[in-house]
C-alpha cells in the first residue's frame, strides 16, 4: 500500500524509531484512506501518538475533546472547507501546528495556507522520507514555542522591585542597589537611553525611601523654557513678573522632605546649573523676584540620556554641579542588552490593555519570537507603544506577526523566509518535491496576472493582498513584465 500512496524515491526509507522526549500527539485528515492510513503508519513509527480522520466535522470533535500538537490537513481541490479548519485551529487552538497537503499545482491553496497560519506544507505525491522530514520541523517548532511560553509564564509570575519590571542580570544588579540607595537621601543620578524607564525607576527610589510619604514632584527640563523652570524650582513673589499675582513656592521649597525628580538635567543651562548648584549646596533658594532666602529639604534625583561626562569636558555643563548630582550613579540598561524581560513586559503591558478594555489579548508565538529579535531604539516605551497599537488594529485576541508595527513585520517576514530557505537547505536532499514560500508566492502571483491578462489590480484582488503589496512583491522578485517572465 505504501508504495502506491508515496512516489517512490531511490533512498531507502528507515523509519527513525527514536521517541521524542515528549510524546507529541499528531491528527492526520484526510479523506482518502489509503493516504491517511498511510500517514499514520510511518507517524507511528516515528513516536508520534496518531489518531486519523477522513471526516472534517470528526476533526473539530477530535480537536476540542484533546487538542493535537500536530494537524497534519489536506486541502482538496474545489473546496475551501481544508482552509476554513485551518484557520479554525490557528484562532481556537494557536498553539497547535498544521501542515498542509495539496495536489500537485495546488500553489494557490499552498499559499493561502500559510496564510492562514499554516507552519509548513507537502505536494502530493511526496516521499516517505519527506513526510518525515517535515513532521521533524514541525516537531521542532512545536517543542520550541512550549518552552518559549513556559519561560513567559515563569517570567510573567516572577516580579520585579516595585512597578519596575525583568528578571534578567542587568535588572537584577539595579535592584540590588536600588535597594540600598532607597534607604538613603544622597543624590542619584540616572543615565540611559531614551525610553528605559528613568522616571520609573526614580518614583521607585523615593516609594521604597524613609519619606515615601512625603510628595514625589517630578520636572521636565527639557520642555520647559529657562525662565519657567527657574519659577518652577525656585518659586517667585508676587509681581516678580508679568501674570504673576500671587506669591508661589518652586518645588525645592514644596518637596518638605520629598523628592524633586529632575529629568533631562542635560538640558539646563549653565545659568540655571549655577543656581541649582548654590541651592543644594546651600539648602536654601531665592525666589524669583525676591531678596529673601527660604530653606529648602528635599531629595534630589536627575535622570538625562545624554553623556554628561563628556559635556564636562566640553564646558556645556558644570563640572561641580556633576559631582554634586553623581553621588550614587545607576545606568539602565536599553532593552536590547536584557531581550529576555520582553517577554515578561510585554505580559505586563497586555495585562494592563486586557483589564483597560475588558478584553484579553495574548501574542503569537512568532510575534514574541519577532519582538524578541528587534533592538528597540525606543526601549520600553516603544515596546508598549507597539503593543497597544497592535491591539487596537487585532482583529481577535491573538496578536499576530500583522498586527505589529511594519519594521517588526518586515523583520519577522524575513526570519520566516530565512528559516524556510535553511529548511530546503537541510531537506533538499531528503525531500527534493518541497518548495520554498518565496518560490510558491512567485508561482502564485506570475498565475494570477496571466490568468488575468495582466489586469494587476484584480490580481491582487484574487490573491487577497493590496496592490501596493503586490507592486512592492513584483518589486522584490525583480519582475519586471509578468506576462514575458519565463
Known amino acids: 500500500m505504501l508504495e502506491t500512496v508515496f512516489k517512490t524515491t531511490t533512498m531507502e526509507f528507515i523509519p527513525q524509531l527514536v521517541e521524542p522526549a515528549v510524546r507529541l500527539h499528531l491528527l492526520v485528515v484526510d479523506a482518502d484512506t489509503a493516504v491517511r492510513s498511510a500517514c499514520a503508519e510511518i507517524a507511528t513509527s516515528l513516536g508520534y501518538a496518531v489518531e486519523s480522520t477522513g471526516d472534517l466535522g470528526q476533526a473539530r470533535s477530535l480537536l476540542r475533546g484533546h487538542t493535537a500538537d500536530i494537524l497534519l490537513v489536506n486541502l482538496p481541490s474545489g473546496s475551501n472547507e481544508g482552509l476554513e479548519l485551518v484557520s479554525e485551529v490557528k484562532l481556537l487552538y494557536p498553539d497547535t501546528s498544521v501542515i498542509a497537503m495539496t495536489a500537485t499545482g495546488s500553489v494557490n491553496a499552498a499559499v493561502e495556507a500559510m496564510r492562514c497560519g499554516a507552519s509548513d506544507y507537502l505536494t502530493k505525491p511526496f516521499a516517505m522520507d519527506e513526510l518525515s522530514t517535515v513532521l521533524d520541523r514541525a516537531a521542532q517548532s512545536h517543542m520550541t514555542d512550549t518552552a518559549t511560553r513556559q519561560l513567559r509564564e515563569r517570567l510573567r509570575l516572577s516580579e520585579g522591585l516595585g512597578s519596575m519590571i525583568g528578571r534578567s542580570p542587568e535588572m537584577e544588579k539595579i535592584y540590588r542597589i536600588l535597594s540600598k540607595v532607597a534607604q538613603t537621601t544622597h543624590p542619584v543620578l540616572i543615565l540611559g537611553e531614551s ?10 527610589i523615593h516609594a521604597y525611601g524613609p519619606n ?10 527639557g520642555s520647559l523654557v529657562p525662565t519657567l523652570i527657574e519659577s518652577e524650582l525656585f518659586g517667585y513673589v508676587k509681581g516678580a ?3 504673576a499675582n500671587r506669591s508661589k513656592d518652586g518645588l525645592l521649597v514644596s518637596a518638605e522632605g520629598g523628592t524633586v525628580f529632575l529629568d533631562e538635567i542635560g538640558e539646563l543651562s549653565l545659568d540655571l546649573q549655577a543656581k541649582l548648584l548654590r541651592a543644594l549646596q546651600e539648602k536654601e533658594v531665592r525666589p524669583v523676584g525676591a531678596t529673601h532666602r527660604v530653606p529648602i529639604k528635599a531629595r534630589i534625583v536627575a535622570a538625562t540620556n545624554r553623556d554628561l561626562a563628556s559635556m564636562v569636558e566640553k564646558g556645556t555643563f558644570r563640572k561641580d554641579l556633576f559631582y554634586r548630582l553623581n553621588v550614587v550613579n545607576l545606568r539602565l540598561p536599553p532593552l536590547r542588552d536584557r531581550r529576555e524581560d520582553i517577554p515578561l513586559l ?12 475588558n478584553r484579553k489579548f495574548t501574542l503569537s508565538d512568532e510575534a514574541l519570537r519577532t519582538m524578541m529579535r528587534h533592538d528597540w531604539p525606543g526601549n520600553v516605551r516603544e515596546l508598549e507603544n507597539s503593543l497597544e497599537r497592535a491591539t487596537a488594529l487585532s482583529s481577535g485576541p491573538v496578536l499576530h506577526l500583522g498586527d505589529l508595527p511594519t519594521q517588526l513585520q518586515q523583520q519577522g517576514l524575513e526570519a520566516r523566509r530565512a528559516a524556510v530557505v ?12 518541497v518548495k520554498p514560500l518565496a518560490d510558491l508566492e512567485r508561482e502564485a502571483i506570475l498565475s494570477a496576472i496571466r490568468t488575468l491578462n495582466g489586469d494587476k489590480l484584480q490580481a491582487a484582488k484574487l490573491l487577497g493582498i493590496g496592490k501596493t503589496t503586490l507592486y512592492r512583491k513584483l518589486k522584490e522578485y525583480g519582475i519586471a513584465d509578468p506576462l514575458q517572465e519565463e
Open 241 to 243: 513678573f508679568t501674570g
Open 422 to 433: 535553511a529548511g530546503e537547505e537541510a531537506g533538499a536532499a531528503a525531500a527534493p518535491g
Open 195 to 204: 525610553g528605559t524607564g528613568k522616571e520609573l525607576v526614580a518614583r521607585t
Open 212 to 221: 515615601a510619604q512625603r510628595p514625589f514632584l517630578p520636572v521636565d527640563c
Open 346 to 357: 510585554a505580559a505586563h503591558f497586555l495585562d494592563r490593555i486586557s483589564r483597560e478594555h
